[in-house]
């Protein structure tokens, strides 16, 4: 009779190979849609050149899906290996909830700097939970053909930024600040987010607000909205429904001679403007003042401790710290920086431009991306709307800023304090 057993050795053998290879797979959950081919591409075989044992795969789902979709996912026991964090808050959740694996102990976290890792630790900074991966710099984009047409200079100052914004107004045809309120996140995320650190002095006020130590009614802050007040004049005809969007278009086509932005915006602008764009930062109040640029941590990565693959997602993690791949992704994905401490040669000249600001101005974070959207009313909510309601003339700073801090103290006892 013919023996069985060599052929269930070799059963057994290939079976085991198998479930080897499918060991070494890992899934990555992803908000940024627009990155698939970036991650397939370039980014996952650059990995693969160095670690062909293991398989990566990219998943990403709709901006406005993920959040819920992973938390249901994070649930069901069904998330990929592999998680793209949100800062602060919505990633503190997470692994509140034990659905992100702390990573004191991952080497490739001593590439970064305390400000970078702040926006995916505990509030007491004891634990890290997810690896700093990029960043956007707020600034201003502005057309070099109709500056050069009105012999006009990137402003530095306050005074110049206005005496800009006065020049092409009234001896041309452009709209001065392509920018509208219809979508009002701007108001906050772009304009207020962009402009106010260099008025309450950056980390500093920021953390000031955190510890009780100021309030939103106090100058530095009302300042800012002070000036966006005095932006209406300049933002062309039917502004308040005017789009993101619309924004887009107008400074694309070469109607607008500045643009309130993100870094986020260069490549779109690489591909629809015909017109060369420069970058400058906020402007200060005086020559000479120290700068503050909102150098905010954007995107992170973190692993999920029901992983089957936790070492391979471990060695995912420390090369997304490398040199290698700080290059490859600042370069890449245009106008998102790398968080580690790696020098970086960028390509792009309006990128670098923007990135080159870290070295003479202090780096700080969105206002309230930290502890403030924790309670009722959501500051974040509330700041959409005091903003716009600012740039459309509704409501005065003094009122917007009574609003932001009765809303803040209601909830949080340092301020209620």
């Given at each position: ?110 590439h970064y700097q305390d400000f970078a890792k ?29 500056f050069s047409e009105l012999s006009l200079e ?264």
């Amino acid at each position: 009779m013919l023996s069985l057993k060599p052929t269930l050795s070799l059963t057994a053998a290939l079976l085991t190979a198998s479930l080897a290879v499918e060991a070494q797979t890992l899934t990555i959950e992803s908000w940024r849609v627009d990155d698939k081919d970036l991650w397939q591409d370039i980014l996952i075989p650059a990995f693969n050149q160095q670690h062909p044992e293991i398989e990566v795969r990219f998943n990403p789902t709709s901006p406005t899906e993920y959040d819920s979709s992973l938390n249901a996912r994070m649930q069901a026991g069904t998330a990929g290996d592999l998680v793209t964090c949100r800062p602060f808050d919505v990633s503190l959740n997470l692994y509140r909830q034990g659905h992100l694996m702390a990573l004191n102990e991952l080497p490739g976290l001593d590439h970064y700097q305390d400000f970078a890792k702040r926006a995916w630790s505990t509030d007491d900074g004891a634990t890290a939970f997810c690896l700093p991966m990029a960043s956007v710099i707020h600034g201003f984009f502005y057309n070099k053909a109709i500056f050069s047409e009105l012999s006009l200079e990137p402003p530095e100052t306050l005074d110049e930024f206005h005496a800009v914004l006065e020049t092409v107004k009234s001896e041309s045809r452009y709209t001065p600040l392509a920018l509208g309120t219809n979508d009002q996140w701007e108001a906050n995320q772009i304009v207020f987010t962009n402009i106010g650190p260099n008025f309450w002095q950056g980390e500093a006020g920021r953390l000031a607000l955190i510890n009780g130590e100021a309030t939103f009614t106090d100058a530095p802050y009302v300042a800012a909205w002070e000036e966006m007040a005095r932006w209406s004049d300049y933002m062309g005809r039917g502004y308040p429904s005017q789009t993101y969007g619309d924004s887009q278009n107008l400074f694309a086509l070469g109607r607008a001679a500045i643009y309130p932005t993100g870094s986020w915006d260069t490549s779109y602008f690489n591909d629809q403007a015909s017109f060369e764009f420069g970058a400058f930062k906020p402007p200060v109040a005086a020559a000479g003042d120290q700068c503050h640029i909102s150098d905010h941590t954007d995107m992170g990565i973190g692993i999920n401790p029901a992983s089957d693959n936790p070492e391979a997602a471990k060695t995912f993690l420390n090369w997304v710290a490398s040199a290698d791949f700080a290059d490859l992704f600042t370069n890449e994905v245009t106008g998102f920086f790398s968080l580690s401490t790696h020098p970086v040669e960028v390509n792009d000249p309006v990128a670098a431009e923007m990135i080159s600001w870290r070295d003479e101005c202090d780096s700080t974070i969105r206002l309230n991306a930290q502890v403030m959207n924790r309670g009722t009313p959501n500051m974040e909510q509330e700041l959409w709307i005091v903003s716009s309601q600012v740039l459309n003339g509704d409501i005065t700073p003094e009122e917007a800023a009574a609003r932001i801090q009765t809303g803040f103290a209601q909830w949080y006892e340092p301020q209620s304090e």
